[in-house]
């Protein structure tokens, strides 16, 4: 009788393992795959199924691994599939698409379920990898070397770097505008009034300045550096000689160069010698040296005149 029962036992144990069926409280798991032998690195399906009661929550613990074991990898985890059977019952199917990449006898051990507080274990299955035939295949070939990718300066630009060259191009436009125009105090926008050649500019200037009386009213010093200032402008624009810049010593020297101004050197070297006085020593001069301060000023300008050249007629035909 004892045998007999051993025998019932074996065969229950038998039939479980055939029909790969795991069960915890009222839920049935259980696993088979769709081909136990595989090539290594191809992939095939692990069918999961389960039977529980409609209202029971559960899940699979491993859900966030990518691994069954060692050996064998999960590829993909399609979506599941819910299946109403009835009298509060569902069944679930869940895939997991597995590969290896190892050949050798694998062993799936039995994956857990929690559902109500209970764990359900499906059937442990095994799965032969078998290794890859390298000489019966065609395709394979050496490592390609990589080529050198060659330099391409848009590449390595930002994006927008038209943006951002037109932009420096605009700062360094407005800085030369600055240091051109208005910090010598002259406005681009500003209409330019044409300006008075130098002879007519200068006596323009001289008639201004004895309009204004100075000495007459103690003011010798302004007088003479208006004087000397009106005549330095003339210089500059009529000879093209910085006398602006320039000392008295050093203007005098300059025009005694000048085929123009030799005869009328003389003249300016009073002049000059007579304001340095006043601005400097602050002595004050005669009214008549003021009168011929100013007079020689006049010959100055008028004899440095420029000629004007008369226009040639054309020769009227015979």
């Avoid at 395709?139 to 070397?145: E, L, R, T």
Wanted: aromatic share 8%; net charge negative.
């Amino acid at each position: 009788m004892s045998q007999t029962l051993r025998h019932i036992t074996l065969a229950a144990t038998l039939l479980l393992a055939t029909v790969s069926t795991a069960w915890g409280g009222n839920v049935t798991f259980k696993a088979k795959l769709d081909s136990a032998t595989l090539l290594m690195g191809k992939t095939t399906a692990l069918h999961l199924e389960i039977t529980q009661d409609k209202n029971a929550r559960g899940f699979f613990p491993g859900e966030q691994l990518d691994t069954l074991s060692a050996m064998i990898e999960i590829a993909e985890r399609p979506a599941a599939d819910t299946t109403d059977l009835g009298n509060n019952r569902i069944q679930i199917n869940r895939d997991l698409i597995i590969q290896s990449f190892d050949s050798g006898m694998w062993v799936i051990k039995p994956i857990p379920y929690v559902v109500s507080g209970d764990t359900a274990y499906c059937n442990q299955l095994s799965l032969k990898v078998l290794p890859v035939d390298v000489s019966k295949m065609k395709d394979i070939n050496d490592i390609k070397p990589v080529e050198a990718i060659p330099f391409n300066l848009l590449d390595w630009l930002p994006d927008y770097w038209w943006a951002w060259l037109l932009g420096l191009l605009l700062i360094l436009a407005a800085i030369w505008a600055y240091h051109k125009y208005y910090k010598k105090g002259v406005n681009p926008l500003k209409p330019v009034k044409k300006r008075l050649p130098p002879y007519e500019e200068a006596m323009i200037n001289l008639q201004n300045l004895k309009a204004a009386q100075l000495w007459q009213q103690g003011k010798e010093k302004e007088y003479f550096t208006g004087l000397t200032d009106i005549l330095r402008v003339y210089i500059d624009r009529r000879f093209g000689i910085n006398a602006v810049e320039m000392t008295s010593t050093q203007i005098i020297d300059t025009l005694k160069k000048n085929e123009e101004t030799k005869a009328v050197n003389e003249q300016l070297e009073m002049i000059l010698e007579v304001a340095d006085i006043v601005k400097f020593a602050k002595v004050r001069p005669l009214a008549d040296d003021n009168e011929v301060a100013f007079q020689r000023a006049v010959n100055f300008v008028e004899e440095t005149r420029p000629i004007e050249q008369p226009e040639k007629k054309e020769e009227e035909k015979i």
